[in-house]
């Protein structure tokens, strides 16, 4: 069996994995430490739980420490993820095809109801418990249902914060004077200023005489 010998210990190559690991490490840790990883704990300290070693290049006999980068977990198995979808597009997108062709059959059927009654008792109370949350507007700290949109106590401070902020500004053009000047979408308001709302207001109570 082909073997490496690092710093004293021999590693050989798992032929499922693919990874080189040693043995030797079983009596301390309880499992076979893997090269890529003893090396990077050599340079940088022990590797936090949650956390993986990634190969940058994608080869497992590289074990060089420039080739080594250190990720969550979630994050290194997303990446081999989006990795596998690029390599395996064709099977992917027949996968992802047959899984959009079936799944409303199956959540139409009876095991379907049966899973998603089951479902519902399981994560009821989790779902409709209530959660503190503090109002981005006023400042005030209210308890409602977690919808992932709890930013605001009420629609007065939601509407408030956006008038505030300017989210629903537009562009208008002055009737009176033909300037450009900006307002919230939902005021009625023609003119740019209080001058030129002034002569608006004149104009009207005299088409109104001669009407």
């Not at 959540?107 to 379907?112: D, F, K, T």
Request: charged share 30%.
């Amino acid at each position: 069996m082909k073997s490496i010998i690092v710093d004293g210990y021999r590693f050989v190559k798992d032929k499922q994995s693919g990874y080189w690991q040693c043995n030797q490490f079983i009596a301390k840790e309880g499992k076979p430490k893997r090269l890529h990883r003893y090396i990077w704990e050599k340079y940088h300290g022990t590797i936090k739980p949650g956390y993986d070693v990634h190969h940058i290049d994608k080869n497992k006999d590289n074990n060089d420490i420039s080739n080594l980068v250190c990720l969550s977990s979630h994050d290194h198995q997303r990446l081999h993820g989006v990795e596998n979808v690029k390599n395996n597009h064709e099977w992917f997108a027949k996968f992802h095809q047959h899984g959009i062709e079936s799944a409303p059959k199956w959540h139409a059927s009876a095991e379907g109801h049966e899973w998603h009654m089951k479902h519902y008792e399981m994560t009821k109370d989790e779902l409709y418990a209530k959660k503190e949350f503090v109002c981005e507007q006023c400042g005030k700290t209210f308890s409602t249902q977690d919808n992932g949109r709890n930013r605001f106590c009420s629609n007065a401070c939601k509407s408030k914060w956006r008038r505030n902020n300017h989210i629903d500004d537009v562009e208008r053009t002055c009737v009176i004077c033909g300037n450009k000047f900006s307002k919230n979408k939902y005021s009625k308001k023609e003119t740019c200023s209080r001058s030129c709302a002034s002569k608006l207001s004149f104009a009207k109570r005299r088409e109104n005489k001669v009407n």
